[in-house]
C-alpha cells in the first residue's frame, strides 16, 4: 500500500481502514474531497461536490468563470476575501487587508515526522506530506503537514505560515486544521466539565450555524477538552461513522463545527484566537499545534481505539512507554497537609508494603511553610519539623522497605508568603498596574523568562537526582488570568522547554501530570507524562462518568485512578470498597487514604484487589477498552488475552430488569468461561436481615454487629457461566438479583453502587 500517493494533481493518503483525498483545482486550491473509508484514488471526481453552476449571492472566483465560487467548495484550508465565507482557518491582517489566496506551489513527501518547532509532537510516523502554497499579493506562504499513521489509522495535520513579504502583518488565528466534510445527521459529542467533574460527555445534534468549544482559561481545562468527536446520529459504540479530533496542546485552545446552508461541516481547531495578535515581521514563522484526525465506520469504540493505540505508541515517550505502571499510595486524601515523617512510615508506607503497593508518593506539604495552601509556593527546602532528616533520608527509607518513591510539586506556581517571593517579586505573573488576582492564593510564575524556568529546572533536577526520586506528580492549580492569547502560548513553550528539560534525559522517572485533577488532560502533556491524574473526584459513581469520558479519546494507560475513603470526602456518599475497586481498576491504580484507618476486613480485601489487579494488570492498562451501551447498567470491558467485564448498577429497584452480559470481539466458534471476581459483603448492608443467618438475635445497629462487620463478611455468590463467543457477543441472561424473596448462591446481590467484575478465559 502506497501511503501518500500524488498523481493528476489529486493527493490520496492512506490508512489501514481510511482513505483521506483532496486534490489541487484549476487555480491551484487544495480542494478537499474525501475523509472516511477506503475508496480509489480514481474515485475523485465522483466523490467531490459538484459546483457545475453559480449559487444565488455568491461571489465569483474569477471573471471569466461563472460557475466558480468558493463558497461552496470543500477546502482544505479555509481563508477569507476571495468568495469563502466559511469561517475562515486563517485571520491575518497586513495594511488594513484580511484577505489571503493560498495557492499550490509544491509539495514534498518525507519519510517519518518533521517535529513542532518548540511545540511536543507525536513521533514514528510513517511519511509525511508538506503541501507549499502562496499568497503572490501579499507575500505569505503557507505550508500544510499532514503525517500518516498507517496503523493506527489516524492522519496529523498542522500549519505553517511564512512572511515571505518585507512588510510586518498581525496574526489573530492559524487553525492546526480544517476538514470540510459533507454528511448528513452530524452529531458532535464534546467533553466537557468543571474540576471534580471532568469530561462529562455532552453531544449536541449540528444544526445549520456554528458551535464551538474551547479554554480560555490558560490550560487545557476541566471546563472542555480538546478532544472532541463528530458521529452520524445513527452511530453506536460498536457500529456506524465517526471522526475523532484532538490538539497535541495544553493551553487555550479552539475548535469550531460550523454547517453552511449546503450543509458543508467546516471543521477546525487550533490555538484560541481569543485575544490573540502575533506580530509577523518580514521572514518569520509562525507553527501551528500538531492535530490528531481520525475516523471509524465500526463505531465508537473502534474511533476510541485508534486514538488508544496512537497515544500509547507514538505520543507517549520515556522507559515507561507501554511499560504496566505501579500500584501507588498517595499522602493526600488521607493527610493533606497535616503529617509527620512517622505518620508517612508507620500509617502510610509499611502498610502499604503489606498490602501490596509499589510506590509511595508524598504529595502536597513537604516544603517551605507549607502547612495550608497559603504557603510555600517556590520554595523547595523540606519542612524538617515534619520530615526530620530531609527528603533524602524519607526517600532511602522507603526504598528500603522495598517500594518506589515519588514526591509532588507546584513548580508553576508560587505563594507570595515565600522565601522565593521575598527575593524573587518579579517572577510572579501579575498585570503589575493591577492588583493581583490569586487563585488557590497562589500566582503563577512567568514562565516566559528564561531565568525563571531555570530556577525550576536547577530545583526539580535537584529534588530528583539527589533523593533518588522515581516518580513526579506535577500540579498546577489555578486558571490563568489577564493575559493575552499569544502570552499564553508563550507561556506554555515555556513549561514544555522545562517538562523536556528535566524529563527527557531521565526517562526513568515516571511523570503523572495533575492540574487539580483533569484541567490538564490533554496530548501536549501525555508527550512528557506517560499518566495523569484523571480527577479530584475519586467517588467512584462520578468516576464512572469521568473515567467512560476520557476513554473516549485516552487509553487506560494514561489515567491515574485512586480508592479513596468511604463516604467520599466531596459527595460525602458511601459507596462498597469493592466497586471503588472496579472503577480504579479500569487505569493506572492507587490509593489515597489513611491505610491505618482500614479495618481487619478490608484490609484482607484490599490485599486481594492489589493481588489481583497485578495479576492482570497488563490487561487493565493496555488491553482493548469498551464501553458498552446495550443494557441499563454502565458496562467497563477490557480485553487481551483474557476479558475483565464490569456491570457498575447506580439505584437498586425492588423489581429489578433482567440484565444480560454483552462481550466484545469475542471468537464466535470458541466455548468461554465467565466467573465472577470473589468478593465480601459487609455485614451491615444487610440490616435486620442479619437475624436470619444469625443464632442470636443482634441489633444491626449496635456493637456486635458494627465489631463483626470489621473482621467478617459474606461472601458474595460466585456465579459461573459458559457460553460460545457468539452468544456472548448476543448477550447471556445473568442469574436473578435478590429482591428480598428469598436467597440461595445463585442469587446476586444488588445494593446501591454495588459492582460485579467478571473474568472471561477462553476453555482450551
Ligand atoms: C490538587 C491535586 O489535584 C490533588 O491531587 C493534590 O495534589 C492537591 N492539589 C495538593 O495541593
Request: net charge negative.
Amino acid at each position: 500500500m502506497n501511503i501518500i500517493d500524488f498523481k493528476d494533481n489529486v493527493f490520496l493518503l492512506s490508512t489501514k481502514e481510511t482513505s483521506y483525498l483532496f486534490r489541487v483545482d484549476k487555480y491551484g486550491h487544495l480542494e478537499h474531497i474525501h475523509y472516511g473509508p477506503k475508496v480509489r484514488m480514481e474515485d475523485w471526481d465522483a466523490l467531490s461536490l459538484k459546483h457545475k453552476i453559480l449559487f444565488g449571492s455568491t461571489v465569483m472566483y474569477h471573471e471569466r468563470d461563472d460557475i466558480m465560487t468558493l463558497d461552496s467548495v470543500a477546502q482544505e484550508y479555509g481563508s477569507y476575501g476571495q468568495g469563502d465565507f466559511k469561517e475562515a482557518s486563517i485571520e491575518i491582517e497586513g495594511n488594513g487587508s484580511y484577505t489571503c489566496d493560498f495557492r499550490y506551489v509544491s509539495h514534498e513527501i518525507v519519510e517519518g515526522n518533521v517535529p513542532v518547532k518548540d511545540l511536543p509532537s507525536s513521533y514514528g510516523a510513517a511519511q509525511t506530506l508538506i503541501v507549499h502554497t502562496a499568497d503572490d499579493i501579499n507575500g505569505l506562504k503557507l505550508d500544510l503537514y499532514y503525517s500518516v499513521y498507517p496503523e493506527e489509522d489516524v492522519i496529523s495535520r498542522r500549519a505553517v505560515l511564512i512572511n515571505g513579504s518585507r512588510k510586518t502583518f498581525t496574526l489573530h488565528r492559524l487553525m492546526s486544521y480544517c476538514l470540510d466534510l459533507f454528511e448528513k445527521d452530524l452529531v458532535m459529542m464534546d467533553f466537557s466539565g468543571a474540576w471534580d467533574k471532568e469530561t462529562h460527555l455532552n453531544e449536541k445534534e449540528l444544526k445549520q450555524g456554528t458551535y464551538t468549544i474551547g479554554s480560555r482559561v490558560g490550560f487545557s481545562s476541566a471546563k472542555c477538552n480538546p478532544g472532541f468527536l463528530i458521529r452520524r446520529k445513527d452511530t453506536t459504540e460498536d457500529h456506524g461513522k465517526a471522526w475523532g479530533f484532538n490538539l497535541v496542546y495544553s493551553g487555550n485552545h479552539y475548535s469550531s463545527v460550523s454547517k453552511d446552508e449546503y450543509s458543508i461541516h467546516r471543521i477546525q481547531g487550533g490555538i484560541s484566537p481569543e485575544r490573540f495578535h502575533s506580530e509577523l515581521k518580514a521572514g518569520q514563522s509562525f507553527e501551528t499545534p500538531e492535530a490528531i484526525l481520525t475516523f471509524s465506520d465500526r463505531g465508537l469504540n473502534h474511533l476510541s481505539h485508534h486514538f488508544h493505540d496512537f497515544i500509547n505508541e507514538h505520543i507517549v515517550r520515556s522507559d515507561w512507554k507501554k511499560k504496566e505502571r505501579p500500584v501507588l499510595i498517595n499522602s493526600w486524601e488521607g493527610f493533606g497537609f497535616d503529617f509527620k515523617k512517622d505518620d508517612l512510615i508507620r500509617k502510610l508506607a509499611r502498610n502499604a508494603v503489606s498490602l501490596g503497593m509499589e510506590l509511595f508518593v508524598l504529595d502536597d506539604g513537604w516544603f517551605g511553610r507549607r502547612n495550608s495552601d497559603k504557603r510555600g509556593l517556590g520554595d523547595y527546602n523540606c519542612n524538617i519539623r515534619k520530615i526530620p532528616g530531609g527528603i533524602s533520608s524519607l526517600s532511602s527509607e522507603i526504598h528500603k522497605l522495598g517500594l518506589l518513591f515519588g514526591i509532588w510539586v507546584e513548580p508553576e506556581a508560587i505563594n507570595v508568603d515565600s522565601k522565593l517571593y521575598e527575593n524573587h517579586p518579579e517572577y510572579a505573573l501579575w498585570e503589575k498596574d493591577r492588583p493581583p488576582f490569586y487563585g488557590r492564593n497562589e500566582l503563577l510564575m512567568d514562565l516566559t523568562n528564561p531565568e525563571v524556568r531555570d530556577y525550576i529546572v536547577d530545583n526539580v533536577s535537584r529534588l530528583i537526582d539527589d533523593n533518588k526520586v522515581d516518580y513526579i506528580k506535577w500540579d498546577m492549580n489555578r486558571m490563568m488570568n489577564a493575559v493575552s492569547g499569544e502570552y499564553n502560548h508563550e507561556y506554555l513553550k515555556g513549561l514544555y522547554d522545562v517538562l523536556g528539560r528535566l524529563f527527557l534525559p531521565r526517562p526513568w522517572v515516571l511523570f503523572e501530570s495533575c492540574s487539580s485533577g483533569g484541567n490538564r488532560f490533554d496530548l501536549g502533556m501525555l508527550c512528557y507524562s506517560p499518566q495523569i491524574w484523571s480527577s479530584d473526584d475519586t467517588d467512584p459513581i462520578e468516576r464512572i462518568d469521568i473515567q467512560k469520558g476520557l476513554s473516549y479519546l485516552y487509553p487506560l494507560s494514561t489515567m491515574g485512578a485512586h480508592v479513596s475513603q468511604s463516604p467520599h470526602m466531596q459527595t460525602l456518599r458511601a459507596t462498597p470498597l469493592e466497586t471503588r475497586f472496579n472503577v480504579s481498576a479500569y487505569g493506572c491504580l492507587g490509593y489515597e487514604l489513611d491505610l491505618s484507618l482500614l479495618s481487619r476486613l478490608e484490609r484482607i480485601e484490599v490485599a486481594k484487589q492489589i493481588a489481583f489487579y497485578k495479576q492482570h494488570r497488563h490487561t487493565f492498562q493496555y488491553g482493548r477498552f469498551y464501553r458498552g451501551d446495550q443494557d441499563e447498567y454502565e458496562t467497563f470491558e477490557v480485553k487481551d488475552d483474557e476479558t475483565m467485564i464490569t456491570k457498575f448498577r447506580r439505584i437498586v429497584h425492588a423489581v429489578p430488569v433482567y440484565d444480560k452480559l454483552y462481550l466484545h470481539d469475542l471468537d464466535d466458534e470458541k466455548v468461554y468461561r465467565i466467573e465472577s471476581k470473589p468478593y465480601l459483603h459487609n455485614l451491615k448492608q444487610f440490616g435486620h436481615l442479619i437475624n436470619f443467618v444469625s443464632p442470636v438475635k443482634l441489633n444491626s445497629e449496635g456493637k456486635i454487629v458494627d465489631t463483626l462487620s470489621k473482621i467478617k463478611g459474606m461472601e458474595a455468590s460466585i456465579q459461573t457461566y459458559e457460553a460460545s463467543g457468539a452468544a456472548l457477543k448476543s448477550g447471556i441472561y445473568l442469574n436473578n438479583l435478590f429482591l428480598g424473596t428469598g436467597y440461595n448462591d445463585n442469587v446476586r446481590i444488588p445494593l446501591d453502587y454495588g459492582s460485579d467484575m467478571y473474568e472471561v478465559k477462553e476453555i482450551q
